[in-house]
T-cell receptor, first 110, second 110 residues
Framework: SQTIHQWPATLVQPVGSPLSLECTVE??????LYWYRQAAGRGLQLLFY??????ISSEVPQNLSASRPQDRQFILSSKKLLLSDSGFYLC?????????FGQGTRLTVV | GQNIDQPTEMTATEGAIVQINCTYQ??????LFWYQQHAGEAPTFLSY????GLEEKGRFSSFLSRSKGYSYLLLKELQMKDSASYLC???????????FGAGTQVVVTP
């Protein structure tokens, strides 16, 4: 069965520090992968999606970037965090009629 | 623009039935998802509808009318553990990108 791993679960980072969140998928090949963000009390917003290695599409302009160095690995990064980057970050994968989320990373920028 | 609307909060009694409505106006339609999200946790997949009609899965059912841009999630025999936020999401293309409503907080009371 397919599983998705995301880490760390929580993170507190100072403003201006770098960020790297990692997501890996098991049990499937060539999945579509996504990064979403959920700000406090708001809905999920799609940040990036990838349909293959090295292929990244950005949905909203922001202080973040994404990379897909391997088929089942998706990384979210920032060179310098802003206070507004705080939120719940979720990695997801989809196939056909199903879409599943990782456990999420709660990022607090202080 | 693209809109996905659902009520902010609903309250129901344990053992009762609750219907959560979702209306959408999107440029294109390739399926509608319902997710359950407990506080502080990642969303979990409940259902997917792409054709008109009712899909039933145990205590949960989901209905879709594409001509009306309307869906509902029906929760029967409510249990205390059903207290959660329920997210309606629409995908408009084959890439599986999801656009989410803000979520409906369901509160189940004894």
């Amino acid at each position: 069965s397919q599983t998705i791993h995301q880490w760390p679960a929580t993170l507190v980072q100072p403003v201006g520090s770098p960020l790297s969140l990692e997501c890996t998928v098991e049990g499937t090949s060539n999945p579509n992968l996504y990064w979403y963000r959920q700000a406090a009390g708001r809905g999920l917003q799609l940040l990036f999606y990838s349909v293959g290695i090295g292929q990244i599409s950005s949905e909203v302009p922001q202080n973040l970037s994404a990379s897909r160095p391997q088929d089942r690995q998706f990384i979210l990064s920032s060179k310098k965090l802003l206070l507004s980057d705080s939120g719940f970050y979720l990695c997801a994968w989809s196939v056909a009629t199903e879409a599943f989320f990782g456990q999420g990373t709660r990022l607090t920028v202080v | 623009g693209q809109n996905i609307d659902q009520p902010t909060e609903m309250t129901a009694t344990e053992g009762a039935i609750v219907q959560i409505n979702c209306t959408y106006q999107t440029s294109g339609f390739n399926g509608l998802f319902w997710y359950q999200q407990h506080a502080g946790e990642a969303p979990t997949f409940l259902s997917y509808n792409v054709l008109d009609g009712l899909e039933e899965k145990g205590r949960f059912s989901s209905f879709l009318s594409r001509s009306k841009g309307y869906s509902y999630l029906l929760l029967k025999e409510l249990q205390m553990k059903d207290s959660a936020s329920y997210l309606c999401a629409v995908t408009t293309d084959s890439w599986g990108k999801l656009q989410f409503g803000a979520g409906t907080q369901v509160v189940v009371t004894p």
